[in-house]
């Protein structure tokens, strides 16, 4: 499905939402729960809806307008996520997800901005953790994350049904400080496009760093 997705850089958030929206729109609801890993209900006055997590939180949305919201109170979520549930919808094409990592610069067209991709995830959690691996890890637990083995220290993540992130970080020594990078289960590409990614690699390192203050 990932031909139906027109990712337009320039455009703002909002207008992107819209239009993913509207192509949303032209899909069978059913066969949208089903390649995204999540579930088809039919709700009051036969209203269409999907149900799925989103960072372990329950999500739904009515195949009437696409909003995503919050299913225990019903209050919607913010731009960055709504554009992640949209793009995850119209993207995913029922692969089952693998238990192997990659990095942003494997992704579709992702070298090219994998260095700005580094910039506003790894380096800002190094900035911020630094040498502190205890720090992060527990933050990290905070924000939703359970522990993997890989790295000196490293957490797992789940976006999505079948969309998960790892970050993983090195403890460094007198010559190298720590590092951090985010990571991405190697079949993400038939669920988020790169430009998706990005927003979720981004939205994750700012979860963690809050839930460390």
Not at 92 to 121: C, H, K, M, N
Not at 166 to 187: A, K, R
């Amino acid at each position: 499905m990932n031909e139906n997705i027109l990712v337009e850089r320039r455009k703002p958030l909002a207008e992107r939402v819209e239009d993913l929206r509207k192509q949303l729109a032209g899909f069978d609801a059913e066969q949208l729960a089903i390649r995204s890993g999540g579930q088809y209900k039919e709700g009051s006055e036969q209203v269409k809806e999907i149900h799925f997590e989103m960072w372990g939180e329950d999500v739904y949305l009515n195949t009437q307008d696409f909003v995503a919201c919050k299913y225990h109170d019903k209050t919607e979520f913010e731009l960055a996520s709504q554009a992640l549930v949209m793009y995850y919808l119209l993207t995913a094409d029922g692969v089952l997800p693998a238990e192997s990592w990659i990095s942003f610069s494997e992704l579709p067209d992702g070298r090219f901005y994998a260095q700005a991709f580094q910039g506003y995830t790894g380096k800002e959690l190094g900035n911020f953790f630094e040498d502190s691996l205890e720090k992060f890890v527990i933050a990290a637990r905070k924000a939703g994350g359970t522990t993997y083995p890989l790295g000196d220290e490293a957490c797992r993540f789940e976006l999505f049904p079948r969309v998960s992130l790892l970050v993983v970080s090195w403890l460094g020594d007198e010559d190298f400080p720590s590092t951090y990078q985010v990571l991405f289960n190697s079949t993400t590409s038939h669920y988020l496009p790169t430009d998706a990614c990005a927003i979720a690699g981004s939205m994750l390192t700012r979860r963690i760093i809050a839930a460390a203050l």
